[in-house]
């Protein structure tokens, strides 16, 4: 991989600022960290154009409308954190005569959790026949497509609306004529061959099939990721995958599929949320809302305890006190979502912090006893915490397993 | 394509290979799971959660098992086809049920019988579990159960027993891989062998944690394969944390459970331990289908 200053010498140096970005320098060092394309500069010479070739992403970024794929940069998500989450599609057939319905329910497919809105993202539509799967497009087409068929029935159907071409034969040239995605399917030899052929013919935006021979489809798609990383161009578009059932989908959101052509929603809110977990960036724990949780149904002489919004830390404490089936008032406090001591080495589980989210939760309103339980771990917090707020404050266990007993013994 | 050569890992590192019960093997594996064109990835072992008392489980198990009786829930256990049992001696806590010592050697003793791997379990409450533990330990002498859990602020007597009756020790570690490291060091300066040592880098479910859950895996694999000898236990998962969940409720539990435990043995699991029969079948269907 090219460095900032490599990349640089390469440059115009004119410093025009028409790439977005005020310098050369400025866009070299994104380019150097892959986080702008060479394409953006007007003046860059061909021959910097080949020689700066390694700079591209190692897996092309493929878009069919606001949905994007592939442009991943790691094998593990603990190396980096993945970037573009395997997009989900609903399978439907233009000949089913539930199509209307199963569509409604895919675009009113909504989960919330942890102020993510969960859905599924894309249509794929199976054809049989030019009149039926141009209609069908035409009721699905407020939705980002994968359009499959046969050429001709495709074509029909194009001519609607734009969508990923998943052909039943070669595609090259309706993907030139309606310029949108192209799927190419087969063995990793037969893949390498036709996306370059694919892109000879003026196709760029791939998407890849891999047939295994021999092979499981696991195996298939982290070759396919190696080898894009590895710098093999020729595979380095995104993948997609139909999985036969829930738990083959689960592996493939895990291991390297970037596009899943569900035939069902049956399991779709545990692969979403399956997806949420695996596509979270490591580096940016997930979070939950700051305020005064209820657990069970509490009331005025309910306890109080006190933690963090790191969403482990609150699915833990949580959980504890869940288990003690005694009514409580859990206060999440925004720490930015670090752990409690964490978040206190970082000022970031503060005295004034707390006091604050007292104030503004009305705690003093739901209970009438005055008293919050924070955790052991910040028991050092607890003098001034009782000078900031006059409330009482108790020392509670340092690991929220033994919250059970801490509550037997009051 | 003349230069296209398939990129083989070739990892220096295996994952301890050990035994539980008579004759049950765990681990073995020399690269990541399901990458049979590479090296060896023996599937999860696939084990079920019993409890000695069933107040804390949901109508779903309470439906699918005689939950009542813990002999009986084992036999129908092993009759779906677990390959181990992990016995979760919960009713012993004294804050809880309080059920003697005795009580839990009579389970265990009976359970034993069925000649299926255990593991076995205490109920977290430090003082009771001690005794529990070294009682079960003894009464079970020589069939290589595994006795949970070894932690890092309390981990002596659980190995004591181990090593004193001949079981091997689940070290438990709260999804932190440093601690995992350090555990492992501690068991093994007092004389636990490395083929008596399950990892159990805690589980958490999906959409409560898994995500820690699956790098930490991953990272302890990774460390193994690399040639680190204090990552090299089998991990052992609890899928069956999934039903602890306000998700798990119904046939969507056993979704969750499923996708848990996929999840748990595809960043590297070696044994995953299930609660519902049905997710157990599930998986097993999946991972054969590998």
């Known amino acids: 991989m090219a460095t900032a200053i490599d990349i640089y010498k390469q440059l115009p140096k004119k410093n025009c600022g028409e790439c977005g970005f005020p310098t050369c320098l400025a866009f070299a060092m994104r380019l150097a960290s892959q986080k702008a394309e060479l394409e953006a500069c007007p003046y860059i010479s061909e021959e910097a154009k080949e020689s700066l070739g390694g700079v591209a992403p190692p897996i092309k970024l493929v878009k ?26 609903l399978l439907l057939e233009d000949t089913d005569p539930r199509f209307d319905e199963k569509l409604k329910q895919v675009k009113e497919l909504k989960f919330e959790r942890l102020g993510q809105v969960l859905k599924i993202d894309m249509v794929a539509i199976g054809g049989t026949d030019s009149k039926k799967f141009a209609a069908a497009v035409e009721k699905a087409k407020d939705m980002p497509l994968i359009l499959m068929g046969k050429p001709d029935v495709l074509e029909a159907g194009l001519k609607v609306s734009p969508g990923l071409i998943f052909p039943e034969a070669d595609g090259f040239a309706l993907a030139k004529e309606y310029k949108c995605p192209l799927v190419v399917s087969g063995t990793l030899e037969v893949l390498a ?29 982290t070759i396919v990721r190696r080898m894009a990383l590895k710098g093999c161009k020729e595979l380095g578009y995104p993948t997609i995958m139909m999985p036969q059932g829930p738990l083959e989908a689960a592996l493939g959101i895990m291991k390297y599929a970037s596009i899943l052509i569900l035939k ?31 657990i069970g149904k509490p009331g005025p002489d309910s306890p109080v305890f006190l933690t963090t919004n790191f969403s482990l830390t609150y699915f833990t404490v949580q959980g504890d006190i869940d288990s003690t089936k005694v009514p409580c008032y859990l206060m999440i406090v925004d720490t930015e979502g670090m752990s409690v001591l964490t978040g206190w080495a970082a000022d970031k589980f503060t005295v004034e912090k707390v006091a604050k989210a007292i104030k503004e939760t009305g705690l003093e309103k739901k209970v009438k006893h005055k008293t919050i339980v924070i955790p052991g771990l910040v028991a050092r917090m607890s003098g001034e915490l009782e000078e900031a707020t006059g409330w009482k404050v108790k020392v509670g266990p340092n690991d929220s397993s033994n919250i059970p007993s801490f509550l037997k013994q009051k | 394509m003349a230069n296209f050569e398939i990129p083989r890992e070739n990892w220096t590192g295996r994952v301890q290979r050990i035994k539980i019960g008579e004759s049950l093997e765990a681990g073995g594996a020399n690269t990541l799971p399901f990458l049979k064109f590479e090296g060896d990835c023996p599937l999860p072992r696939l084990g079920m959660e019993i409890f000695d008392v069933d107040e804390d489980l ?28 992990s016995l979760r001696l919960v009713g012993t806590n004294p804050e809880r049920a309080n059920r ?46 595994f006795l949970g859990s070894a932690e890092p602020e309390r981990y002596k007597s659980t190995a004591a027993s181990a090593l004193a009756y001949g079981h091997g020790v689940v070290g438990l570690t709260n999804i932190d891989i440093n601690l995992v490291k350090q555990l492992n060091i501690l068991l093994k300066d007092i004389g636990v062998p490395p083929d008596k040592i399950l990892i159990d880098p805690m589980t958490g479910a999906l959409g409560y944690g898994l995500e820690y859950t699956y790098s930490t895996i991953e990272r302890i694999r990774l460390g193994a394969l690399q040639g680190d000898e204090m990552f090299q236990m089998p991990i052992l998962c609890y899928a069956s944390e999934a039903w602890n969940t306000r998700d798990a409720q119904g046939k969507l539990g056993v979704e969750w459970e499923a996708v848990t435990g996929l999840a748990c043995g595809t960043a590297g699991a070696d044994i995953l331990i299930m609660r519902h029969p049905e997710s157990f079948i599930r998986l097993k269907k999946a991972f054969g289908g590998i």
């Open chain 1, 193 to 221: 061959e036709r996306t370059k052929k694919a892109n000879e013919a003026g196709v760029e935006d791939l998407v890849l099939d891999p047939k295994p021979e021999g092979r499981s489809m696991v195996e298939e798609l």
């Open chain 2, 100 to 145: 003697s010592t005795a009580e839990a050697v009579e389970t265990v003793t009976k359970i034993t019988k069925l000649d299926i791997p255990l593991i076995i379990n205490g109920s977290g409450h430090e003082e009771k579990d001690k005794e529990v533990l070294r009682a079960c330990a003894e009464a079970t002498q020589g069939k290589n159960c």
């Open chain 1, 64 to 89: 069919i409308r606001d949905v994007e794929v592939g442009d991943e940069t790691v094998l593990f998500r603990h190396d980096k954190t993945f970037f573009h989450q395997t997009a989900l599609a």
């Open chain 1, 264 to 294: 069902d929603l049956e399991a779709a809110l545990p692969l979403l949320t399956l997806r949420q977990n695996i596509y979270t960036d490591p580096q940016k724990p997930l979070q939950v809302e700051p305020k005064l949780y209820e």
């Open chain 2, 58 to 85: 949901g109508p779903e198990i309470k439906e699918a098992f005689p939950t009542k009786e813990p002999v009986g829930w084992a036999k129908a256990a092993v009759a779906k086809g677990a390959e181990l049992l």
